[in-house]
């Protein structure tokens, strides 16, 4: 998040950091990737340490909860009384519920960080599933022999350096119930890139029947093989490298 994109942000509060207007940024912050949010709170703490500092050389202290206000009134009238602090005492400020601005993106961070973990491994590719059934072992396992395969092609390794991100988290999701399948959906998060995308169910289910290695390991390439090139066109990292298939027999 660039200086102009965080003024951007604080402009939705529209003047006044209170309750209603603070609750409308938290829900704004929510829809960002975790880096978005990260930034935000650099940019808005570096601002409120730099306002509190320059009005404490002047003479003219201010509070957490006034610098906060201050801010939230959006950057010409930051800009005004950092270069003028006195000015503060001149107008009229709604400083009680102000605070609760220094609290959003920590808030919203803790969120998003707890959802999801990153799956073990030293690798940059990692793949875990959402399901409101049991996933087959066999097809867990295909998916698995697909990592490996993947992580171990340089053409891919050459592939995801593109995206500046040391890891990339696919989560497959097999959701019987059509009102639980969402769009596919990518977010950058501190240190790894997430995308999850709702693949086909039943065929998935029908793998739990005896003799279905060859199955399950077509339906994994097709499923990771799908969602590969979605993470591909939406960070433009061009066409994906071939895309490895392997079975049991």
Known sequence: ???????????????????????????????EDDEDVAAFQRHLVRHLSELRRRAEEAGYPLGEAEACAVVAAGRGV???????????????????????????APEVLEFLQGLPELPEGTGWLGVSFGSDFTVPPVYEKSVERLID????????????????????????????????????RLRRRLGFVEF??????????????????EQAAEIASDDLATCLKHVSDALSLGAIPSFPRTAER
């Open 78 to 104: 930051y800009t005004r009384i950092l270069s003028e602090p006195e000015k503060f005492h001149e107008g009229e400020w709604d400083c009680e519920e102000a605070i609760l601005l220094e609290q959003t």
């Open 1 to 31: 998040m660039k200086e102009s994109q965080f003024w951007a942000t604080i402009d939705e509060l529209e003047g006044c950091a209170d309750e209603a207007s603070v609750h409308e940024l938290h829900e704004l912050l929510m829809g």
């Open 149 to 184: 395969l993947i992580e171990d092609s340089p053409e891919w390794s050459r592939w995801w350096e593109a995206a500046e991100s040391p890891r990339l988290l696919v989560i497959l999701e097999l959701m019987k119930s059509a009102e639980l399948r969402e769009p596919p």
């Open 196 to 213: 999850s995308m709702s693949v086909d169910p039943q065929r998935i289910r029908r793998l739990r029947l005896p003799g279905k290695a």
